[in-house]
């Protein structure tokens, strides 16, 4: 499937041109149309299958064809495990967002703390972070999730590997809006504590397993 037939947004086709890809990855190919739907995904796929552009161009899709449901609150959330992580896929959403009027920024641990409550402050649309120091941030009220439209669950076993389940549960409940979104992705899904987080995260989520099946 090329990215053309997804009827994305020019802006989108546009970036997508810039990275130079032409055609989808099948993880891409199945779960792009129905996070474009507005429905809730759960998702696995292999390492380097393509799974990072599989939620930012649903998620850019929506920032850019929708109305934001607040002006102060991030549009939209990506947790990931690891600093690492979290550095890569802030890198790729720069990309996307270059030629945009939309903002995004990183919290990760290990960071300056100040530092993250200032760029907050800016009410950046697009939000990459590790779970335990967003909620550093909720906490301490430098951010609000009501308005949250979108929120992504990248490396999701990784994060409860890392013992991040209780973070995961308080920005959940934090980002409460009735027309919430989420996309959950994790390479394994047959895994208790995997499918019990999915099932309080996600309501009548679409699945889409490239390799495995269900
Ligand atoms: P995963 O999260 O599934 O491990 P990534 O999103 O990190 O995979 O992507 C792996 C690599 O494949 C990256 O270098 C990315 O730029 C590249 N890639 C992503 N989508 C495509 C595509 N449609 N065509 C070619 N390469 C792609
Ligand atoms: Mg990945």
């Known amino acids: 499937m090329l990215f053309e037939e997804f009827g994305f947004d020019n802006r989108i086709l546009k970036s997508i041109g810039h990275l130079g890809f032409d055609a989808a990855t099948e993880i891409q190919a199945r779960a792009i149309p129905?996070?474009?739907?507005?429905?809730?995904?759960?998702?696995?796929s292999k390492t380097g299958s393509g799974k990072t552009l599989a939620y930012l161009l649903p998620a850019l899709h929506r920032v850019y064809k929708k109305k934001a449901l607040s002006k102060r609150d991030p549009r939209v959330v990506v947790l990931v495990p690891t600093r690492e992580l979290a550095k890569q896929v802030f890198g790729q959403l720069r990309l996307l967002l270059a030629a945009s009027r939309f903002t995004s920024i990183l919290i990760q641990g290990g960071e300056n703390f100040n530092d993250q409550h200032k760029q907050l402050q800016k009410d950046p649309h697009f939000i990459v972070a590790t779970p335990g120091r967003l909620v550093d941030h909720l906490k301490q009220r430098h951010v609000f999730l009501e308005g949250l439209e979108l929120l992504i669950l990248d490396e999701a076993d990784r994060m409860l590997d890392l013992g991040f389940a209780e973070a995961m549960r308080a920005i959940n409940?934090?980002?409460?809006?009735?027309?919430?979104?989420?996309?959950?992705?994790?390479?394994?899904?047959?895994?208790?504590?995997?499918?019990?987080?999915?099932?309080?995260?996600?309501?009548?989520p679409s699945r889409v397993a490239v390799g495995k099946g269900f």
Do not use: K, P, Y
């Open 34 to 44: 129905e996070a474009m739907a507005g429905r809730d995904l759960l998702a696995s």
């Open 173 to 204: 409940a934090a980002a409460s809006h009735r027309q919430r979104q989420t996309l959950f992705f994790s390479a394994t899904l047959d895994n208790t504590q995997v499918s019990e987080i999915a099932s309080e995260l996600l309501r009548e």
